[in-house]
């Protein structure tokens, strides 16, 4: 294979969740960037709209889909509109997630319904949307599915390290149940993002980022395009052999032995 294909979604659809704004958004720009057609599913359809309608106008293929991802009815929708646009679905980005809007308490003290709140969008969402895109996905022959955690998921973060810890979980189990139907199943999991999101939970002049800094070897921060390249490998040819890993993209902040 030519190097250059490797990296080539020519033909291919994908859906990003919660791909208005944030990390989904520059997933979005980049499939597009390596010839996807792309499906930007958001709870908020204005703002999915928005997006959807600036790869547009520089020559993509991309539509909005209004997407609740802990309805089962809504991803099977979302899963119907994008068929009916671009004939298919071979890759699907779990990206929507509670990150900014978390429970103020500890696990012990946490109201039940905060809990499922949470739960509901960071472990149910991935699974229904998953759920939704694996009969198409096999009638293309294959797909591949990108489940966004976090660093937080593999130390003591509260609900949502709990929530991303589970979806890891979720992640290895769908991994080896699609592997056979040529769906390759994966997570990534960043480090400190620096972005609008990320200061609303870890503001930027935190001392605790400092601390948490202190404690990586490498590069201790970066923006959301820093996660481009890892995704693009999981969802492209050059990811083939690839299936049930949680890469971390944190700078040597977690390692797992």
Not at 96 to 102: F, G, K, N, S
Not at 177 to 188: D, F, H, T
Request: aromatic share 6%; charged share 15%.
């Amino acid at each position: 294979m030519d190097v250059k294909e490797l990296f080539d979604l020519t033909g291919k659809v994908a859906v990003v969740t919660g791909g208005a704004g944030g990390i989904g958004e520059v997933y979005a720009e980049a499939l597009c960037d390596v010839g996807a057609s792309v499906v930007i599913a958001d709870i908020n359809l204005e703002a999915a709209q928005s997006a959807a309608d600036t790869l547009a106008d520089s020559g993509f293929r991309a539509i909005a889909v209004h997407l609740d991802v802990t309805s089962a009815e809504s991803a099977a929708r979302m899963a119907s509109a994008t068929i009916a646009a671009f004939g298919g679905i071979d890759i699907l980005i779990n990206n929507a997630a509670v990150m900014t809007d978390l429970p103020p308490y500890g696990l012990s003290n946490m109201p039940i319904p905060d809990w499922d709140r949470v739960l509901n969008v960071n472990l149910r969402g991935p699974l229904v949307c998953t759920q939704a895109v694996i009969e198409s996905m096999s009638a293309r022959g294959g797909g591949r599915i990108v489940n966004g955690l976090s660093a937080g998921a593999f130390m003591p973060g509260g609900i949502y390290g709990v929530s991303k810890y589970a979806l890891h979980g979720l992640t290895c189990n769908l991994a080896t149940e699609l592997g056979s139907r040529g769906i390759n199943v994966n997570a990534i999991a960043p480090g400190l993002v620096d972005n609008d999101s990320a200061y609303v939970s870890l503001p930027k002049d935190s001392p605790v980022r400092d601390m948490l800094g202190a404690q990586i070897p490498g590069k201790t921060s970066g923006p959301p395009a820093d996660l481009i390249g890892t995704m693009l490998l999981l969802c492209s040819p050059a990811g083939d052999w690839i299936n049930g890993q949680t890469i971390s993209v944190d700078g040597g902040w977690i390692m797992r032995f």
